[in-house]
């Protein structure tokens, strides 16, 4: 009998099909090395030095895949429950299950309504070509008839456990859930080795209805699990029960690990470089280009995981015991000096804050009295004082542009005549000021900004209070200065991830100190000296450890925040303590808040590892000096060895020497400030009211509009209305420093309180 016109026709447009998509798809078989090696997980794995996982961060929004999963790593229930559902032949055919062609009519065969025929490596050939990608509506007839074509190509290029490895990594399960990594870890939360016969039965109904109901799935995950197991009784209402909780579980958190802000900023800079080098290729999820690859494929960083546990762990607990004081944020970093390699970078205190996401570790606050050292270096380096140098602690009106400032210390008490070493050790505000007096706000800003701390305004906008650290900085850019003081005065930035390994470089080459190595060893030499930091600290002070470190302090104003850093030989660790709120601590001081975490850190590094003094640089000399006698006829201070840079050493330090300020012995007009403006106070009869005049040098006399008022480098001068110009005169007789000032009849002379810091 002649076939009917319609069958020849519908035979021979088949034939005409599966030769073209024959031919279109000769030779293009991607191989399983490539589908593997494209394949990219919707989360980057940042990785310790090590290759350790330190945190998982979504990279890609749009899809939550997982790792790439190897089929010995899927448990033998699912790869079975995965064969039975979808193919059960797979072992058997080459491609194509021609028993279940023959067994289907041809309009049920090419029905998008039923999957009766469609083999595991047909399923896979769709999933990777996007020409044969099932849409919404179904797989046209010629997307059906390449999908058979490239089946049988699969079959004959790949081998039966690559066919199902890809396609458990692959396929999609629910929702944005793709591959059997991701599903495992969302709704079971652990990983497909671990998958039982019930997850597995769950798992493979998925398969065939992504998106239907949990009863519906439950019905399919209960057929599943009877093929399985044919012997055993289902309790399919108990797995209905059990598929409902899994389909609405998210155990499989977008971040999750122990270094979240690490892993952001790493990921950040790493996008930003290959948007700089190819923008065209910058994607959502960054490639880990040169990085190495270890079990898990990721973004290699410098931190090391066990310390970074610890950090964060320590950081935690001891929040945890400020909880009544009104603390509730913390921020930690850890750098190799050498290096400048970030080792631990804790950027919050995680769920004991209520701002987690925002990082301390950049975060910009005020850093209080820890910006001392940086001040006393320059001082030092400049030969304006040495470490044995008295300054005057007591109190003092320093006229601004603004009025008068008024610094206090910690304790508002004063401690009279201090060398720099005690005054920097115990912290002491008052001595700072003054050093900054001699520095200039402006000449110290300069320094900081090439310190790398980044003030947002010039020195002269924050004026005198500059030295107690009124200027915003960040910890990671602050303890990063330290290590520039641990590094003998060198600035070198710093790096969260490894850098191949650079030639030495000729000792001509090396990049100049920014601060002069000896005066950067000489505050190494104080903080890290016991004895001068008792008289604030104690002679038993957490700041105290085993092995040698040089550490400070610092509260800023209210107690908002809370500092310590230091260096060891090898290590520079910083830590913040307070609220990101900006809210006020209570009662919570230099070694309450930050030095404890600071120093149950720096024992874990130097467990097993040694701590040495540095050695002094060349130019230094150290020699023995003593103090003269105070107003109650004791010695100033004990007698001591001190370092000196090379031409300022002195042996005596006294009060009537003219020895104890400046070392150049310049005379020179420290304050009124010049162009200031004096108003006086109605309310105040004016006879009571006084403007004083400080100086440095020996034997100096001050004169106001060419005429003689007093001697010495302090003294009360009463005001009268008008312009004046104040000049002090040298023991030689000469003008040394001139001011103009403006006294004003009435107003109201504005007052600032430096904030207690320590």
């Known amino acids: 009998m002649k076939p009917a016109p319609f069958a020849l026709s519908r035979k021979s447009l088949a034939a005409l099909l599966i030769a073209a998509a024959w031919a279109h798809t000769a030779g293009a078989v991607v191989s399983f090395e490539e589908v593997k090696r494209d394949f990219r997980s919707s989360d980057t794995a940042v990785l310790d030095r090590n290759g350790e996982l330190l945190q998982r961060v979504r990279t890609d929004p749009t899809v939550r895949r997982g790792q790439w999963t190897a089929l010995a790593d899927v448990s033998p229930a699912l790869r079975t429950a995965m064969v039975l559902s979808e193919d059960k032949r797979f072992y058997e055919h080459s491609g194509i299950d021609w028993r279940a062609v023959s067994a289907a009519a041809w309009g049920n065969l090419w029905n998008t309504r039923t999957r009766g025929a469609s083999t595991i490596t047909m399923q896979l050939s769709g999933l990777l070509d996007d020409d044969l990608r099932r849409n919404s509506g179904g797989r046209s007839f010629t997307q059906k008839i390449g999908q058979t074509v490239a089946a049988a190509q699969l079959e004959r290029n790949w081998r039966k456990d690559q066919i199902l490895e890809a396609y458990l990594n692959t396929v999609p399960f629910r929702g944005e859930i793709v591959g059997i990594d991701a599903l495992s870890r969302t709704l079971f939360g652990k990983a497909p080795s671990g998958l039982d016969a019930r997850e597995a039965s769950v798992a493979a109904a998925l398969v065939r209805a992504p998106n239907a109901k949990p009863a519906a799935v439950a019905q399919r995950a209960c057929e599943v699990l009877r093929t399985m197991e044919p012997q055993q009784k289902t309790d399919c209402e108990a797995l209905d029960m059990f598929t409902s909780a ?79 004081r009104h603390v509730e944020d913390g921020a930690l970093v850890v750098l190799d000096n050498a290096t400048g390699e970030v080792l631990a970078w804790v950027g919050s205190s995680g769920p004991l804050s209520q701002a987690a996401e925002v990082d301390g570790v950049t975060a910009l606050r005020q850093p209080g009295s820890t910006l001392k050292p940086l001040l006393y270096a320059q001082a030092i380096a400049e030969k304006r004082i040495t470490a044995a140098s008295l300054i005057e602690d007591s109190s003092a009106q320093i006229s601004t542009a603004s009025g008068l400032y008024i610094p206090q210390n910690y304790d508002r008490r004063f401690k009279g005549p201090v060398s720099a070493r005690t005054a920097l050790a115990a912290s002491l505000n ?32 924050y004026g005198y209070s500059l030295a107690l650290g009124s200027a915003e900085v960040s910890l990671l850019s602050l303890t990063n200065a330290y290590r520039m003081l641990a590094n003998g005065g060198r600035y070198a930035t710093t790096t969260l991830t490894p850098k191949p390994a650079e030639k030495p470089k000729a000792a001509s080459a090396a990049p100049a100190p920014l601060i002069d190595p000896r005066a950067a060893f000489i505050v190494g030499d104080i903080l890290s000296d016991p004895n001068a930091r008792t008289r ?32 060891s030989q090898r290590y520079t660790v910083g830590v913040w303590v307070g609220n990101a709120s900006g809210e006020s601590m209570w009662d919570v001081s230099g070694t309450s808040g930050a030095a404890p975490v600071w120093a149950e850190v720096m024992r874990f590094l130097h467990a097993r590892e040694p701590s040495r003094a540095p050695s002094p640089p060349a130019g230094l000399v150290e020699m023995q000096v ?52 004096i108003a006086l106070d109605p309310d105040i009869p004016p006879q009571r009211q006084r403007v004083r005049f400080d100086s440095e040098g020996r034997g100096v006399q001050w004169r106001v509009d060419g005429k003689p008022l007093a001697r010495g480098n302090t003294v009360q001068w009463f005001p009268w209305p008008g312009r004046h110009v104040i000049e002090l005169v040298d023991a030689g007789g000469k003008v040394a420093d001139q001011r103009r000032i403006e006294v004003r009849g009435a107003g109201v002379v504005a007052k600032s309180n430096g904030g207690a810091r320590r």
């Open 246 to 324: 899994a389909v609405q579980r998210r155990a499989f958190e977008p971040n999750e690990g122990i270094a979240p802000h690490a892993a952001r900023r790493v990921l950040r800079e790493i996008r930003d470089a290959n948007a700089a080098a190819a923008p065209a290729a910058a994607s959502a999820a960054p490639a880990p280009k040169g990085q190495e690859k270890d079990k898990e494929t990721g973004v290699r960083t410098t931190l090391r995981a066990p310390l970074q546990r610890f950090a964060l762990d320590t950081l935690q607990r001891h929040l945890r015991e400020l909880r009544d």
């Open 430 to 461: 008052v001595p700072a000021v003054r050093t900054l007096v001699m520095v200039s706000p402006e000449a110290f800003a300069r320094e900081l900004r090439a310190a790398g701390l980044p003030l947002r305004e010039s020195g002269d906008y």
């Open 536 to 567: 604030t600290f104690g002679l038993d002070s957490i700041l105290s450890t085993r092995f040698w470190t040089a550490v400070k302090t610092g509260t800023s104003k209210d107690m908002r925040d809370n500092w310590a850093v230091g260096w």
């Open 626 to 677: 003593s103090f003269g006698p105070g107003g109650d006829g004791n010695a100033l201070e004990a007698s001591r060895s001190e370092w000196f840079l090379q031409g300022t050493e002195q042996p005596l330090f006294a009060l009537d020497t003219g020895m104890a300020t400046d070392a150049s012995g310049s005379a020179r007009i420290t304050a009124p400030a010049d162009g200031t403006i």
